[in-house]
């Protein structure tokens, strides 16, 4: 069964402060990997996506990093600011299939 | 070009009332979904369409018919609403090639 877990589940860090969410998935065959960004309240919005020769993916203060063969990749928040408070999904599309697979979210809350 | 546009954004209903969800893409998209978002569960694809006139079960259909006459619309109805099917209701498209998907704003539905 195709499966993304992310971790941690929920992380509140200082404004300012740099901070890493981590996506595992056992999707096979992989097709492509997303991270979307979820304000509360609203629907998710793409912050980044990777094909299985992109190694890395940047987005203003995100970047986005894949191993393919380890089947991990990460989200990296530079500089974090009180608006990256939101919910960081992590979403693996599989060959061949419509259907991509959701990870749970990690919840961040940036703190003055 | 407004994206994915939901109605309604909010509405209560008594169990055992019937109700229509609209979706609407004006980005041409062939593929369209729906999920429901629980706290804790992420988001779960309900059903799904892979062109005007199809229409496929996703991961959790019980309780739900959809409808696809339009290539732009995308309906989600309830037909005898249930407690547990108060949700949080997101509408998504994405197009044919690496199948990023574009989110609306979200339905949030109570059944009382």
């Known amino acids: 069964k195709n499966q993304v877990e992310q971790s941690p589940q929920s992380l509140i860090i200082l404004e300012g402060k740099n901070c890493t969410l981590q996506?595992?998935?056992?999707?096979?065959?992989?097709?492509?990997l997303r991270w979307y960004k979820q304000d509360t309240g609203r629907g998710p919005v793409s912050l980044t996506i990777?094909?299985?020769?992109?190694n890395t993916k940047s987005n203003g203060r995100y970047t986005a990093t894949l191993d393919a063969d380890t089947k991990q990749s990460s989200l990296h928040i530079t500089a974090s600011q009180l608006s990256d408070s939101a919910s960081y999904i992590c979403v693996v599309g599989t060959g061949g299939s419509y259907i991509p697979t959701f990870g749970r979210g990690t919840s961040l809350i940036v703190h003055p | 070009n407004a994206g994915v546009t939901q109605t309604p954004k909010f509405r209560v209903l008594k169990t055992g009332q019937s109700m229509t969800l609209l979706c609407a893409q004006d980005m041409n998209h062939e593929y369209m979904y729906w999920y429901r978002q629980d706290p804790g569960m992420g988001l779960r694809l309900i059903h799904y369409s892979v062109g005007e006139g199809t229409t496929a079960k996703g991961e959790v259909p019980d309780g739900y018919n959809v409808s696809r006459l339009k290539k732009q619309n995308f309906l989600l109805g309830l037909e005898s609403a249930a407690p547990s099917q108060t949700s949080v209701y997101f509408c998504?498209?994405?197009?044919?090639?690496?199948?990023?998907?574009?989110f609306g704003p979200g339905t949030r539905l109570t059944v009382t």
């Open positions: 996506c595992n998935y056992t999707v096979s065959p992989f097709s492509n």
């Open positions: 990777m094909t299985f020769s992109e």
């Open positions: 998504a498209s994405s197009d044919g090639t690496v199948y990023e998907q574009y």
